[in-house]
C-alpha cells in the first residue's frame, strides 16, 4: 500500500473514532471499547478491500460483511455512514434514541446491513451459507466477517469453522477481533483460546496472525487470503480494547460500554489528536 494512502486511512480510522464518541455521548450509551479496537479492521475491508457501495448493495456479485460482533454498531454506523449508506449527522444525533432507525445493534432494514446482529455466535454460521451459496453459484465475490473474541465462547462459532473446514471455502475470511477482552474481564479467565491459531487451523482453516490496528498488516493479511484457494482464512487480529483512545480507556475492560465524561472526553479526543499530527508528520 502507498504510504499516502495508509496515512490516509489511518487518519480516517482516528475521525471515524470521533463519530463514535459523538454518537455514544449523545446517545448516552453505547459499546466504546469494542468499537475502537476494531476500527481498522472495517476501515481496510470497505475503503481498500470490499467490492461494496450504495450502487452495489443488492448487486449478487457484491462483497458480503457480517459484523457479528454486533455490539460495536457504532463503528459500523460510522463506515457506512462515511461509505455514503446514510446520512452522518443524521446517524450521529439519532443513534439509540426512541424511533430512531439507527437502533443500538446492526438490523439488515438499514442499507448496507447484511444481517441483524448482536446475539452472539450467530455471524460465522450466516457467513458459511452465504459463501457456500455464492461459492455453488460459481460467484467470484467473497464473504467476510467479524467477530469478537470474547464471542468465541459461543458454541455455534465452532460449528461454524468446522463447517467451513468442510466446504472448503476459501472465499470466506473470518477475522477475530483478538483484544482479550469481553464484557467483565479477560477472555482467558472466562475462557481461554491460548491456543487460538492452533485451534482454528485444525478445522480446516488457513490462519494469519496480524495487528489488527495496523491499516497496512491488516491490509496485507486480507491479501494473503484471497491468494489462498482450498481453505478459508481466519485472521487473528489482535488488537487493544478501545485502541487510539489513549491511556484512559486503552485496555481497560470497565471501558466495554462506557459513556465519557466530559473530562474523559477531552483525553479521548487529545489522544486522537496526537496521534492524528504524529501521522501527518511522518
Ligand atoms: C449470546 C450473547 N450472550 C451475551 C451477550 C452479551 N454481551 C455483549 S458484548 C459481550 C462481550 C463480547 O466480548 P468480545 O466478543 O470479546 O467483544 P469485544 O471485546 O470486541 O467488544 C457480551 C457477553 C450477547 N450480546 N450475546
Ligand atoms: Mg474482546
Avoid at 464471542?151 to 475470511?173: I, P, Q, T
Wanted: proline share 2%.
Amino acid at each position: 500500500m502507498e504510504k499516502s494512502r495508509r496515512k490516509e486511512l489511518e487518519t480516517l480510522s482516528l475521525d471515524l473514532r470521533k463519530d463514535v464518541v459523538d454518537m455514544i455521548m449523545k446517545s448516552g450509551g453505547g459499546h466504546i471499547g469494542g468499537d475502537f479496537s476494531v476500527m481498522e479492521t472495517l476501515v481496510t475491508l470497505y475503503f481498500e478491500q470490499m467490492n461494496i457501495s450504495p450502487e452495489k448493495k443488492d448487486d449478487p456479485n457484491r462483497d458480503y460483511f457480517i459484523l457479528s460482533k454486533g455490539h460495536s454498531v457504532e463503528s459500523y454506523y460510522a463506515v457506512l455512514a462515511k461509505k455514503g449508506f446514510f446520512p452522518r449527522e443524521e446517524v450521529i444525533n439519532t443513534f439509540s434514541k426512541f424511533g430512531s432507525k439507527f437502533i443500538g445493534h446492526p438490523n439488515n432494514e438499514l442499507d448496507g446491513i447484511e444481517m441483524n446482529s448482536g446475539s452472539l455466535g450467530h455471524g460465522l454460521p450466516v457467513s458459511v451459507g452465504i459463501a457456500l451459496g455464492c461459492k455453488k453459484d460459481g460467484r467470484k465475490n467473497r464473504t467476510y466477517v467479524v467477530m469478537g473474541d470474547g464471542e468465541l465462547a459461543e458454541g455455534s462459532v465452532w460449528e461454524g469453522f468446522m463447517a467451513a473446514g468442510h466446504y472448503k471455502l476459501n472465499n470466506l475470511c473470518a477475522v477475530v477481533d483478538r483484544n482479550k477482552l469481553q464484557i467483565s474481564g479477560t477472555t482467558e479467565e472466562v475462557m481461554t483460546h491460548e491456543n487460538l491459531h492452533e485451534q482454528v487451523e485444525s478445522f480446516g482453516w488457513n490462519v494469519i496472525e496480524a495487528n489488527g490496528n495496523s491499516i497496512e498488516e491488516m491490509n496485507n493479511a486480507f491479501e494473503e487470503a484471497k491468494k489462498v484457494t482450498d481453505k478459508p482464512t481466519c485472521i487473528i487480529a489482535n488488537t487493544i480494547k478501545g485502541f487510539g483512545g489513549g491511556e484512559v480507556m486503552e485496555n481497560k475492560a470497565s471501558w466495554h460500554h462506557h459513556v465519557p465524561n466530559e473530562e474523559e472526553y477531552k483525553m479521548i479526543m487529545k489522544a486522537i489528536d496526537e496521534r492524528k499530527e504524529a501521522i501527518s508528520n511522518e
